[in-house]
């Protein structure tokens, strides 16, 4: 049986708006409870105003009031599994802590990691 956060990491990513670099990236993020909250790529001609996929989830998900989570995965259309980028994982870190990141490409590879493996020294409020 498939894992349902792959499934919707996957069929999220067919929403992504990538008219500038085509690349298209999907995100699913699942709750303490067990419910999968999704986001896409949205590209701006600017570049600069770019929202990815892992950011979009993280904030549909905090908007509905979530605040405790247990996974995420991401899924693009490359060999090499495509992590998030930085700014991804930051926001990740502050929201979600050390959480299982699962990577996923349309031929059904994986990689699990956890986040502190992807980002080893993030910066947080402990700094403030």
């Known amino acids: 049986m498939p894992d349902p956060l792959l499934s ?4 999220a990513r067919e929403n ?10 999907g995100a699913a993020i699942e709750d303490l409870d067990g419910h ?5 790529n ?7 105003l770019t929202v990815c996929a ?9 908007s509905e009031g979530v605040r405790k989570f247990r996974r995420v995965a991401v899924a693009a259309d490359t060999n090499v599994l495509t992590p998030p980028c930085g700014a991804c994982r930051q926001i990740l870190w502050e929201f979600c802590g050390d959480v ?4 996923v490409n349309l031929h059904g590879k994986t990689e699990t990691y956890r986040l502190k493996e992807l980002f080893p020294k993030p910066f947080d409020v402990s700094y403030l």
């Open 8 to 11: 919707a990491a996957l069929a």
């Open 16 to 25: 992504a708006f990538a008219p500038f670099s085509k690349f298209k990236v």
């Open 36 to 40: 999968i909250h999704t986001g896409c």
């Open 42 to 48: 949205v590209e701006n001609a600017t570049y600069g």
């Open 54 to 62: 892992e950011r979009v989830a993280v904030f549909k998900a905090i």
């Open 100 to 103: 299982e990141i699962v990577l």
